[in-house]
């Protein structure tokens, strides 16, 4: 699962996201993007299948 450090660096980028809100017309696509990435990244921790696949010798 995501740590304090990880939490910090989501805020982190959100927040450079948001203060090109009024010189970037795609701040809100990127916004969203960040988000969706993050929401993804989440998924894919908490999966058991995905944690066994990764930590598998190949």
């Known amino acids: 699962m995501f ?4 939490l910090q660096e989501f805020i982190k980028e ?3 996201a948001f203060r090109l809100i ?3 017309t795609t701040a809100w696509e990127m ?3 960040l988000i969706h990435e993050w929401y993804e ?3 894919a921790i908490s999966s058991p299948e995905l944690a066994a696949a990764f930590s598998t010798e190949t």
């Open 3 to 6: 740590d304090a450090d990880d």
């Open 22 to 24: 009024d010189s970037l």
């Open 41 to 43: 990244s989440a998924i």
């Open 14 to 16: 959100l927040s450079e």
């Open 31 to 33: 916004i969203e993007a």
